[in-house]
């Protein structure tokens, strides 16, 4: 069994749109669906079509194809969730090694909890290599694209903060079907010295 811990699965969703992975050194400067512009001037005014990536960030996130992929976030990079909008949780393997499990069905969350417990990442099939990301902080945020860190409070459940060993990561991808009624996404991030 790789996780004994699973009751304690903190699982975050969006208001309907994708998640963000973006470390503490550029957090702050996500417009979420504010204008990009003015957010980084520090004026919070909502753009004039959020949907748009030329002018807030939440746009930029709707234009990710797939599961997962980067985007620029002032002079950083930032992960997008993408596909569609799924609970999620953080599972840590080991220090260069991490899991992001997105629930797309399963009858309830103690059996998502249990497949998760029993489930062998050595000896699943069909990993799907996504892209390499360099994680710069030691502590970094998940949360609703469309948000900024002025909504993660003690009051927003819909946010993890994770502490993960800064590095270059290979990000892998599989959709894990153990039974008829449980499909989960995976996304296994592994510490590598490639740059």
Known sequence: MLYSYMQQLKWIESEGGPLVFIGEQHYKLWSG?????AWLRGNETEA???MDADQAD????????????????????????????APTAYLKKDENTFILARWI????????????????????????LE???????????LFDAATTWNDLTPENED?????????NYKIWTVDF???????????RFERTTEA
């Open 58 to 85: 939440y746009g930029t996130a709707c234009e990710v194809e797939g599961y997962i992929g980067a985007v620029d976030v002032a002079n950083g990079k930032a992960l997008v969730l993408g596909d569609e909008p």
């Open 131 to 141: 892209t390499t990301f360099a994680i710069d902080s030691a502590k970094s945020y």
């Open 105 to 128: 069905y399963a009858a309830d969350e103690n059996a998502i909890g249990e497949q998760l417990a029993k489930m062998q990442l050595q000896e699943m099939e069909d990993w799907t």
């Open 177 to 187: 079907m153990p039974d008829d009624e449980t499909h989960i996404v995976l996304h």
């Open 48 to 50: 004039g079509d959020f």
């Open 33 to 37: 669906i504010c204008n990009r512009d």
């Open 159 to 167: 946010f993890l903060e994770l502490h993960i060993q800064p590095g």
